[in-house]
């Protein structure tokens, strides 16, 4: 792997017109967010067709997918709605999922309005590739087809888990780095290596625990995920969840707490306090702690991720806080 953080020296050859144009190209890409190489050969997105990646794909495999109407005030319709979904191609009105009504007996629901977007198109083909998902590799496979996530476009690999596939605890962060997108496995870099000697420290090792993000897919440039990045993953992290059937999740950081548990309360509150998070059939004891990120700069939080630690650890023992 190349670091372009390791810029070619600009003083050492200055005479060479070619060595500046590269220098300067180089500058340029990392100004926009590039931050390595990961192929040999560069995507030549211009050749691309105006579709932005991820926007245009098939959702034969939402077929089943339930998708619930909304009202022009965003309030839920009272009756759901099975698509016959095809295709979801931006502009193309013969090609828009058609909606039925799930129960065709009884009367007439009223008519409304309704255009499933891509957006909700792409929520509902990973509802459905999740459900289907009677297995870790089955789920894995299906991440690996799945295009409704514009950040699989920029992304070098599907960072799914690490650590064992059945484990009592779960442990969810927030999105992929650099060095969790080469290797495609979650925190495996600096963030990762204070997480495992944190865990280490509790007693366990990476086979005791598996670890996971909210996003597969690295976001360019270490951006924050969008609204619709987190919510086409979730369906995926919510089966995931669902297939480790931990006895606890810990869930790491502010972002991960706002999407898992839907609050905005900061995580310097909520942390340390156990849920319980509902994923069909299954209730499982959450609690949030720090992340270990925040942990870099901040070493004296230590102490409440401890304190947290602590708790995980007597709840998994059975002795419930
Ligand atoms: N690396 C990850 O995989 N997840 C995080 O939340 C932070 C770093």
Redesign the pocket.
């Known amino acids: 792997m190349v670091d372009l953080q390791t810029l070619p020296d600009k003083g050492a050859d200055m005479a060479d017109p070619n060595r500046l144009i590269l220098t300067a190209a180089l500058e340029w890409t990392l100004a926009m967010g590039a931050d390595a190489v990961v192929a040999d050969v560069a995507v030549d997105w211009l050749a691309a067709d105006a579709t932005a990646p991820g926007r245009d794909f098939d959702l034969a495999g939402a077929s089943e997918a339930v998708v619930v109407a909304h009202d022009r005030d965003g309030s839920a319709m009272p009756d759901t709605y099975s698509t016959a979904a095809r295709s979801a191609r931006p502009g193309g009105a013969s090609n828009a999922p058609q909606i039925k009504p799930a129960r065709p007996a009884g009367p007439p629901a009223p008519l409304r309005k309704f255009t499933a977007s891509v957006p909700d198109g792409a929520i509902a083909a990973a509802k459905a590739a999740a459900r289907q998902a009677t297995s870790l590799e089955d789920l894995q496979r299906s991440l690996t087809t799945f295009e409704g996530c514009s950040l699989k476009a920029t992304a070098k690999s599907v960072?799914f888990y690490?650590g064992a596939a059945q484990a009592p605890l779960m442990v969810?962060?927030?999105?992929?780095?650099r060095?969790?997108d080469m290797e495609g496995?979650?925190?495996?870099?600096?963030?990762?290596n204070l997480?495992d000697r944190i865990l280490a420290a509790a007693g366990w090792t990476e086979n005791d625990v598996h670890?996971a993000?909210?996003i597969y897919w690295r976001p360019p440039g270490n951006r924050p995920p969008t609204q619709l990045e987190l919510d086409s993953c979730r369906p995926f992290l919510e089966r995931q969840i669902e297939l480790v059937s931990p006895r606890a999740l810990l869930i790491?950081?502010q972002?991960?707490a706002k999407h898992i548990l839907r609050t905005d309360e900061p995580i310097l509150k909520i942390r340390g306090r156990w849920q319980t998070l509902a994923i069909g059939d299954l209730n499982v004891p959450v609690i949030a702690s720090l992340?270990?990120?925040y942990l870099v700069r901040t070493p004296i939080a230590k102490r409440q991720v401890w304190l947290d630690i602590l708790s995980v650890r007597e709840v998994l023992k059975g002795r419930s806080t």
Do not use: K, Q, S, Y
């Not at 969810?172 to 780095?177: E, F, H, V």
């Open positions: 960072c690490r969810i962060g927030d999105t992929p780095g060095d969790e496995r979650p925190f495996v870099g600096p963030a990762g997480l670890i993000n909210l790491l950081g972002a991960a992340h270990p990120t």
